[in-house]
């Protein structure tokens, strides 16, 4: 709304911006899957869109991962600790950065292919991927 004052009388006038997105709406983003496996073998298959993160996929599907992304994503705990297959390890697209590390160095049972499922963004390529859960989770925080 746009207010002008003109003879002491205000007089409101109201300009509706246009805007052009170039992304695609969410409901035409494209599915993709992941399995969790845990530790006792049991095998949970989630799925997700393209973009998403692996903490996005676990949260939407509300799936029983006790403690998982307890710090909602910020970088500021382990929880969301996931162990890639090595292949899919070396392929995701971003490296891990110094912050993630050094979360990473406080989490049980860290392999040469851990990773912070927060930090993980889907792509197609990811499509249909396995990830290995920890048995136990370490909270940073606590």
């Not at 746009?2 to 007089?11: A, D, E, P, Q, Y």
């Not at 912070?116 to 606590?142: F, H």
Request: aromatic residues 4%; contains cysteine; hydrophobic residues 35%.
């Amino acid at each position: 709304m746009i207010f002008s004052h003109w003879n002491g009388v205000s007089k409101s006038t109201s300009k509706a911006a246009r805007s052009t997105s170039t992304t695609k709406p969410l409901s035409e983003k494209e599915e993709v899957s992941i399995t969790f496996v845990r530790a006792n073998g049991e095998r949970i298959k989630a799925k997700g869109k393209v973009g998403d993160t692996i903490l996005d996929i676990v949260v939407n599907n509300e799936i029983d991962l006790d403690g998982y992304g307890a710090c909602e994503g910020t970088l500021t705990c382990s929880t969301c600790h996931l162990i890639f297959p090595k292949e899919v390890y070396d392929a995701l697209p971003d490296k891990p950065t110094d912050e993630e590390l050094d979360m990473l160095d406080l989490a049980y049972e860290l392999t040469d292919t851990s990773r912070l499922g927060c930090q993980i963004v889907m792509t197609k390529d990811l499509d249909g991927i396995e990830v290995r859960v920890p048995t136990t989770i370490n909270d940073a925080r606590a």
